[in-house]
T-cell receptor, first 116, second 109 residues
Framework: GAVVSQHPSWVICKSGTSVKIECRSLDFQATTMFWYRQFPKQSLMLMATSNEGSKATYEQGVEKDKFLINHASLTLSTLTVTSAHPEDSSFYIC????????????FGPGTRLTVL | GQNIDQPTEMTATEGAIVQINCTYQTSGFNGLFWYQQHAGEAPTFLSYNVLDGLEEKGRFSSFLSRSKGYSYLLLKELQMKDSASYLCAPMDSNYQLIWGAGTKLIIKP
């Protein structure tokens, strides 16, 4: 149980385009989902926390207008990188918290974004 | 502030035992997680400690001392597939995980 999927696994896009990444909890209800970014050889950086049905809470330094997060249902959250640039190339990972278990996050497999 | 301190890199021999130490400072505490992360992949859960003491799970064990802000992950009978980064992640009072850069473990034959 407690499986989280992400789609796509990897994406290559041209500078200036927008990219949408989906995060789904497959067998549980995720009231809270987290979006992380990880650059090579660096730690995971929390970008934002999203709660179903409400606006996401962004970490300091993360542009909310650039990284649009939508958590419209208990099983789906999306991250849209708008007007992507090469510096946005990174590994984006989502995690989800089960409705009944506040202490554990289940991670998706990640999405590798490369912006040319 | 909140911070995590782990060695950047460790090397061990196949079949041996290795201990990865972690010291932490957080605003509040709701337990500590250890994750394994292979290159290019997302973290996978290894262990969770919320009370002091040792938790054993197969070849992996994790220890916590809340008063010392200290934890370690013990890996026994090392296998080549254990080569990965190991992330110590305490959870703060807001139930947010605090991440360090992790320890890259290299296993040699």
């Amino acid at each position: 149980g407690a499986v989280v999927s992400q789609h796509p696994s990897w994406v290559i896009c041209k500078s200036g385009t927008s990219v949408k990444i989906e995060c789904r909890s497959l067998d549980f209800q995720a009231t809270t989902m987290f979006w992380y970014r990880q650059f090579p050889k660096q730690s995971l950086m929390l970008m934002a926390t999203s709660n179903e049905g409400s606006k996401a809470t962004y970490e300091q330094g993360v542009e909310k207008d650039k990284f649009l997060i939508n958590h419209a249902s208990l099983t789906l959250s999306t991250l849209t990188v708008t007007s992507a640039h090469p510096e946005d190339s990174s590994f984006y990972i989502c995690s989800a918290r089960d409705h009944g278990q506040v202490n554990e996050q289940f991670f998706g497999p990640g999405t590798r974004l490369t912006v040319l | 502030g909140q911070n995590i301190d782990q060695p950047t890199e460790m090397t061990a021999t196949e079949g041996a035992i290795v201990q990865i130490n972690c010291t932490y400072q957080t605003s509040g505490f709701n337990g500590l997680f250890w994750y394994q992360q292979h290159a290019g992949e997302a973290p996978t859960f290894l262990s969770y400690n919320v009370l002091d003491g040792l938790e054993e799970k197969g070849r992996f064990s994790s220890f916590l001392s809340r008063s010392k802000g200290y934890s370690y992950l013990l890996l026994k009978e090392l296998q080549m597939k254990d080569s990965a980064s190991y992330l110590c992640a305490p959870m703060d009072s807001n139930y947010q995980l605090i991440w360090g850069a992790g320890t890259k473990l290299i296993i040699k034959p």
